[in-house]
C-alpha cells in the first residue's frame, strides 16, 4: 500500500541519548515529510526532505533519506523529556495527488 | 493568529444519533482533510477537499459526510452509520494543488469522540 512504515514500533531511551528512527516506503516518492504527535495532540510538522536531496538539517533533528533502498531515517540528537511522543513519516508518492498517507508511527519515550 | 481550529475538545453522543465535527482554518490553504485515529494506531483518512465545493473519499469514508461551502471551513458529520465512531478526529489543511509535490499539512487539536 502507498503509505510509510515506521520502526521499530516503540522505542525508549534515557534523556541525552540520540534517537533513530525508520521509514520505510514502496514506490518513487517526490518527498518525505516527519511529523511528531504529542499525546492526545495534533501532529506537528517537522521536516520534508526532497527525492533529491539526501540528507536535511533542523535544529537537533537529522533526516536521512535513501531512494535505492526506498528508506529515510529520523535521527534525533541529545534528546530530552520533551521529546516524548509519537513520531510518523509521510511519503508523498510520484502521481500522487495532495493526500498524505501516514502510517502507525515510533513511539519514542525520553526517560529523565 | 493564524492557524487551525476544531471543536469541541471533547464531544459524547449517544449511539443513533449524528454528530458534526467543525474545522476552521484561516491560512488561506485550498486542501483540507479529515482524519481518524484510534488508540496507538496511525491516522487513516476520511475525506479531503482541494477545492471549494468539491471533495474526495478517503481510505474510510463510509459512515461519514462532509460539505466544503467555504474555503475556510470543512465541517465532518459522522453519521449513525458509522458502525464505530468512537475515535480521535483530526483536521488538518495544506496549501495543496493539483499535481503538485504534497505540501506540509497543518493538524488542529483534534476533537475525541465518544459515542455510546
Known amino acids: 500500500s502507498q503509505q510509510g512504515e515506521e520502526d521499530p514500533q516503540a522505542l525508549s531511551i534515557q534523556e541525552g541519548e540520540n534517537a533513530t528512527m525508520n521509514c520505510s516506503y514502496k514506490?518513487?516518492?517526490?518527498?518525505l515529510q516527519w511529523y511528531r504527535q504529542n499525546s492526545g495532540r495534533g501532529l506537528v510538522h517537522l521536516i520534508l526532505i526532497r527525492s533529491n536531496e539526501r540528507e536535511k538539517h533542523s535544529g537537533r533533528l537529522r533526516v536521512t533519506l535513501d531512494t535505492s533502498k526506498k528508506s529515510s531515517s529520523l535521527l534525533i540528537t541529545a534528546s530530552r523529556a520533551a521529546d516524548t511522543a509519537s513520531y510518523f513519516c509521510a511519503p508523498g508518492f510520484q502521481g500522487g495527488s495532495e493526500k498524505l498517507v501516514f502510517g502507525k508511527g515510533t513511539k519514542l519515550t525520553v526517560n529523565p | 493568529d493564524g492557524g487551525i481550529t476544531q471543536s469541541p475538545k471533547y464531544l459524547f453522543r449517544k449511539e443513533g444519533q449524528n454528530v458534526t465535527l467543525s474545522c476552521e482554518q484561516n491560512?488561506?490553504?485550498?486542501?483540507m482533510y479529515w482524519y481518524r485515529q484510534d488508540p496507538g494506531q496511525g491516522l487513516r483518512l476520511i475525506y479531503y477537499?482541494?477545492?471549494?465545493?468539491?471533495?474526495q473519499k478517503g481510505d474510510i469514508a463510509e459512515g461519514y459526510s462532509v460539505s466544503r461551502e467555504k474555503k475556510e471551513s470543512f465541517p465532518l458529520t459522522v453519521t449513525s452509520a458509522q458502525k464505530n465512531p468512537t475515535a480521535f478526529y483530526l483536521c488538518?489543511?495544506?496549501?495543496?494543488?493539483?499535481?503538485?509535490?504534497?505540501?506540509?499539512?497543518?493538524f488542529g487539536p483534534g476533537t475525541r469522540l465518544t459515542v455510546t
Open positions: 477537499s482541494q477545492i471549494v465545493n468539491d471533495f
Open positions: 514506490t518513487s516518492i517526490n518527498n
Open positions: 488538518a489543511s495544506s496549501f495543496g494543488r493539483t499535481g503538485q509535490s504534497s505540501y506540509e499539512q497543518y
Open positions: 491560512l488561506n490553504h485550498d486542501a
